[in-house]
């Protein structure tokens, strides 16, 4: 079944500790996509990858890492540096990052901090 | 400042009758425009797009218009049903990358 998995669905930090969202697809998208959720807010880009090892900041990248080894994978590293990483985290996918080609996303992880 | 604004945060209309969603943009290079529906601890699910050498485009009950001119994006969804009840948000596209705004609240009441 195609699609996109994002584990875990919540995730639970303690302060000073880095945590690593996982999101995995199988559509063979070229592109990957992290946003950030917070309540009444729409999502915010944190970083993105059009191409396996490469990858770029967006509007959001500071206190995040990201890896993009394979083209299936791009996790998404909350560090401690993120001084206010309570939110739902959103990861899309899309064939490429041409024009008129939507996002797709999974499910999300809600980050909570302990 | 935000790019794209979504200045009702909710909606409700009642069974039957048309939902209209607005969405303002703040530039002028965009040149594509989405639609995302999303249901609480889900993500977004796209709905429909609109290029901006179109001002109109129709899939069933959903019709997305784009006034360029007036940088104005609306979603009509007709007629509405309990099952649309969702947040909605715009999204605006330049380069590859979306812009998001900050979603309304539809409620469909039976």
């Known amino acids: 079944d195609g699609g996109i998995t994002q584990s875990p669905k919540y995730l639970f930090r303690k302060e000073g500790q880095n945590v690593t969202l996982s999101c995995e697809q199988n559509l063979n998208h070229d592109a990957m996509y992290w946003y950030r959720q917070d309540p009444g807010q729409g999502l915010r880009l944190i970083y993105y990858s059009q191409i396996v090892n490469d990858f770029q900041k967006g509007d959001i990248a500071e206190g995040y890492s990201v890896s993009r080894e394979k083209k299936e994978s791009f996790p998404l590293t909350v560090t401690s540096a993120q001084k206010n990483p309570t939110a739902f985290y959103l990861c899309a996918t899309s064939p490429r990052t041409a024009k008129s080609l939507p996002q797709h996303f999974g499910d999300g992880t809600r980050l909570s901090i302990l | 400042d935000q790019q794209v604004k979504q200045n009702s945060p909710s909606l409700s209309v009642q069974e039957g009758r048309i939902s209209i969603l607005n969405c303002d943009y703040t530039?002028?290079?965009?040149?594509?425009f989405l639609w995302y529906k999303k249901y609480p601890a889900e993500g977004p699910t796209f709905l429909i797009s609109i290029s901006s050498i179109k001002d109109k485009n129709e899939d069933g009950r959903f019709t997305v218009f784009l006034n360029k001119s007036a940088k104005h994006l609306s979603l009509h969804i007709v007629p509405s049903q309990p099952g649309d009840s969702a947040v909605y948000f715009c999204?605006?596209?330049?380069?590859?990358?979306?812009?998001f705004g900050k979603g309304t609240k539809l409620s469909v009441k039976p």
């Open positions: 530039n002028s290079m965009f040149d594509y």
């Open positions: 999204a605006v596209g330049s380069q590859g990358n979306l812009i």
